[in-house]
């Protein structure tokens, strides 16, 4: 789920392992429960870029930060990805259908950014003439390693912070074609999801507003958003405007609202559906 969730803006979590007087940890969750600074060292953008092949090639440029006061050392590699029912991101063996890891460039791959600087990374997707219209996906992951050392204990704290880019080349004259199909309240978890289906062939990122009503009276409202791909059908976790968890009763609801995203122009599709909670 970013990149829905890599991508949207993705943290990759490795292995942490003890050696000596060394811990090797990864991952924005243990870092920032440990010192607030490494994890936010390293930023990427944008997370989400959308080029159209002229023809058979296209490029484009993320940027790579480093906030910190000391030269971070990154490396750049690339992989294969979609998204799961759920809006989950995963890594694909290479080779699918969608597949741009055999067509990317990218420089550099590896560089040390100077303190409080920014470098950028240029893209170059070229395409097989005898490709077949259509998106073709792949994730530009930068990685960087720090180290801290730890006066106190005598530690060495080397933090792996990987951060992902989703990049989305469309071939022809392609479109996305969204259809909201039903709603879904899970009582255990509080969460509640909204099913889109994609039956068009390119991605579409819209960005969701809605409200739930009971006998014409507003409950909650909130927003929401994901990515939706091409010929799939996927569900996004619809966040209400508020930090208190949501709890609703057995009943009937109306769900409302609207779908807004970019697609040479502004698409909108509005949608109501009742809801029943038993």
Do not use: C
């Amino acid at each position: 789920m970013f990149f829905n969730q890599l991508l949207q803006n993705p943290i990759v979590h490795h292995s942490q392992q003890l050696l000596k007087n060394t811990v090797i940890a990864t991952g924005l969750m243990f870092s920032l429960a440990y010192n607030p600074h490494p994890a936010l060292a390293l930023s990427l953008s944008p997370i989400y870029l959308e080029l159209k092949a002229d023809k058979t090639q296209t490029t484009g440029i993320l940027k790579v930060s480093n906030t910190s006061d000391k030269p971070l050392r990154v490396r750049v590699s690339a992989t294969s990805f979609s998204y799961d029912e759920q809006g989950n991101f995963k890594r694909l063996e290479s080779g699918s259908k969608e597949d741009l890891t055999s067509y990317m460039r990218y420089s550099p791959k590896e560089v040390t950014i100077p303190p409080k600087s920014t470098n950028n990374i240029r893209l170059a997707a070229i395409l097989p003439p005898s490709l077949p219209d259509g998106e073709y996906r792949v994730a530009i992951f930068v990685n960087s390693l720090q180290e801290i050392n730890n006066e106190t204990t005598n530690y060495r704290v080397n933090f792996t912070t990987s951060m992902g880019s989703a990049i989305y080349v469309r071939k022809g004259n392609i479109h996305p074609n969204l259809n909201v199909d039903k709603a879904h309240f899970n009582t255990e978890k509080s969460e509640l999801r909204l099913t889109i289906s994609n039956q068009g062939q390119a991605t579409a990122r819209p960005k969701i507003t809605w409200q739930l009503t009971q006998n014409n009276k507003e409950i909650i409202k909130g927003e929401g958003g994901g990515s939706f791909l091409p010929n799939k059908t996927m569900s996004v976790i619809l966040k209400p405007n508020t930090k208190e968890k949501m709890i609703l009763n057995a009943g009937t609801y109306k769900l409302s609202g609207e779908a807004v995203w970019n697609d040479d122009g502004m698409k909108s599709l509005p949608f109501a559906l009742d809801l029943v909670i038993k």
